[in-house]
């Protein structure tokens, strides 16, 4: 009888498994579709307000001229957002193509292509040994960009700013940090960061959509890793992030010792 039970009660847990991954492949292709056909009228929106600019501005008086200018800003601004929700959608079908990749040398290159981009900046980076991993390489290289693109936007206003990477193991895991001396935030409002289109900021005081750290969650979930964010008002931040060492595993997570703040995104 115990057995029979049992064997019911896994049957009915895979029968939900299976109805969840239906259930979030349907709301991956939903947001996909939604992206994508809105990315067209909007590109068709940013392109006649240009034509507008060009062809009529000594037409138009000062407000006009506002208004359309506007119009082109906020429709390119939703094209920016609607890419976000496209490479959203791709990192969750995205077919992987697994090897091995060092990720000391990842984090360099990265950093210094980002940086031919601000070349006037002022900038300590620090670079402690980090593991070589087993991943797809398109998803953990946008990972490591979004990560070293938050740190170098959020201590822009440092002098000078101050971004460490380095590596710890726990169990089964390695747990790979990026530090910084910038702007940090409030961890009251730490639950919010892994959400969709969630900033904590203005866009006059740092640009971006709040997409960025839902796509290193989903990248890492692709994984079975995990990111969390530490920090506190005016004295940085700390992207931390979870990656097994060996992917044929489910990763222990109950041998972890992770902040209350880890984010449920699923």
């Known amino acids: 009888m115990y057995f029979e039970k049992t064997r019911a009660d896994l049957i009915t847990k895979e029968e939900h498994f299976e109805s969840l991954q239906q259930v979030n492949r349907e709301l991956n292709n ?33 407000n006009g001229n506002k208004l359309t200018r506007y119009i082109q800003n906020k429709s390119a601004e939703l094209i920016k957002i609607t890419d976000y929700l496209l490479e959203l959608a791709r990192m969750s079908q995205k077919q992987m193509q697994m090897e091995a990749i060092q990720l000391e040398p990842l984090f360099r290159e990265v950093y210094e292509e980002l940086m031919r981009l601000q070349p006037e900046r002022q900038v300590e980076f620090k670079l402690k040994q980090l593991p070589a991993i087993h991943g797809d390489l398109v998803m953990i290289k946008l990972l490591v960009r979004n990560i070293l693109s938050n740190a170098l936007k959020f201590t822009r206003d440092r002098e000078p700013a101050i971004i ?15 530090k910084d001396n910038g702007a940090g935030f409030d961890m009251k409002d730490s639950a919010r960061l892994f959400g969709i289109f969630e900033r904590l900021h203005t866009n006059e ?57 880890v984010s449920s995104v699923s």
């Open 30 to 62: 939903f947001c996909h579709s939604v992206a994508h056909d809105l990315k067209g009228p909007l590109l068709s929106i940013n392109q006649l307000a240009g034509f507008l600019i060009r062809d009529y501005a000594d037409k138009l008086d000062s």
């Open 164 to 178: 460490e990477a380095a590596m710890e193991e726990a169990g089964n895991n390695y747990i790979i940090s990026v």
């Open 205 to 261: 005081e740092f640009e971006g959509h709040g997409v960025g750290l839902a796509i290193c969650q989903k990248i890492l979930q692709r994984h079975h890793g995990k990111a969390w964010l530490t920090g506190q008002v005016d004295k940085g931040a700390t992207f931390s992030f979870s990656f097994p060492k060996d992917l044929s595993t489910q990763p222990a997570w109950s041998s972890l010792v992770v902040p209350d703040t």
